[in-house]
C-alpha cells in the first residue's frame, strides 16, 4: 500500500461517523457531482463576480446557473451579496478547491497506472 493511501487511511480511520454525518457528507459531495457546479467554483477561484460575469466565464445561461448557484448557496460552497441591484457571489470556503485539486491528482494517479500497463500491451499488437 502506497504511503499517500496509508495516510488518508489512518485519517478516516480516526473517526467514526454517525450516519447523520454521513448523510450530510453525502448531500455535499451531491452537490459537486455536477461538472457544471465545478466549473462555477473554479470560475470563483479569483475571487467575486456578478451572475453576468459567471455567464460569460462559464458559458452556461442565465437561468441554468442561477439554478446552479443556489444549490451551491445551500450547500454551503458559495456566499453571496447584493450590490444594488445585482447579486456577486464568492467562495465561501477555498478548501473546495482542495478536494477537486485532490481528485485531479488521484486521476492523474490512475491514469499515469494505466498507461503504464496499457503501454506493453500496445507494443505488443
Not at 445561461?61 to 450547500?75: E, I, R, V
Request: hydrophobic fraction near 40%.
Amino acid at each position: 500500500m502506497s504511503t499517500r493511501r496509508s495516510v488518508r487511511h489512518a485519517t478516516l480511520a480516526r473517526r467514526t461517523p454517525t450516519p447523520e454525518l454521513l448523510g450530510l457528507v453525502a448531500g455535499r459531495f451531491r452537490a459537486l457531482g455536477e461538472p457544471a457546479r465545478l466549473g462555477i467554483l473554479h470560475a470563483l477561484e479569483d475571487g467575486p463576480l456578478s451572475v453576468t460575469s459567471l455567464v460569460e466565464r462559464t458559458g452556461l445561461g442565465q437561468a441554468n446557473l442561477s439554478k446552479h448557484l443556489q444549490q451551491l448557496h445551500a450547500a454551503g460552497f458559495v456566499s453571496r451579496s447584493r450590490r444594488g441591484m445585482f447579486v456577486d457571489y464568492a467562495l465561501a470556503d477555498a478548501d473546495v478547491l482542495r478536494l477537486c485539486e485532490l481528485m485531479c491528482g488521484r486521476l492523474d494517479d490512475d491514469l499515469a497506472a494505466t498507461q503504464a500497463v496499457m503501454a506493453p500491451q500496445r507494443r505488443s499488437a
